[in-house]
C-alpha cells in the first residue's frame, strides 16, 4: 500500500467518526457551560466524552499505522492477531466511554428517596374521596 492509499484510508476513517466527534464536542461545550449545576456530574461526563473524542482521533492513526507495519512484515496470521487485539482494545475502551456517562448521570444523586406529599384536599386518593 502506498503512502496516498494510506493518507485517503485515513480520512475515510477520520470521515466515519466525524458525526461522533460532533456529538463529543457539542457534549463537552454543554458540560461546561453547564458544570455548576452539577460538578461531580460534569466531571464524569466530561471525561467520558473526552475519552470518545480521543478515540475518535486515536483510533484511525492507529489503525493505518498498525495496518501499513503488518503489511510491511507480510505475516497473515500476525495481522489477525494484532487486528483481534485491538478490536478488543477499542471495544473495552467504548464501553468505557458509556461507563463514565453513566457515572456522570448517576453523580449527586441521593441515594434515598422522598416520598411525594399527597395531594391538597385529600387522603391522597385518586378519586378525590
Known amino acids: 500500500m502506498n503512502d496516498m492509499q494510506q493518507i485517503t484510508m485515513l480520512l475515510s476513517t477520520l470521515a466515519v467518526q466525524l458525526p461522533t466527534l460532533i456529538v463529543c464536542l457539542v457534549g463537552s461545550v454543554v458540560v461546561l457551560i453547564r458544570w455548576k449545576e452539577a460538578p461531580r456530574g460534569s466531571l464524569w461526563a466530561l471525561l ?32 489477525a492477531t494484532v487486528f483481534g487485539g485491538l478490536s478488543i482494545l477499542w471495544s473495552v475502551l467504548r464501553a468505557a466511554t458509556y461507563a463514565l456517562l453513566l457515572v456522570a448521570v448517576l453523580a449527586g444523586r441521593s441515594s434515598s428517596r422522598v416520598a411525594a406529599a399527597p395531594p391538597a384536599g385529600g387522603d391522597g386518593n385518586a378519586y378525590g374521596g
Open 48 to 79: 467520558g466524552f473526552g475519552l470518545a473524542l480521543m478515540l475518535c482521533l486515536v483510533v484511525p492513526v492507529v489503525q493505518a499505522t498498525v495496518q501499513r507495519w503488518v503489511m510491511a512484515s507480510g505475516d497473515v496470521a500476525r495481522r
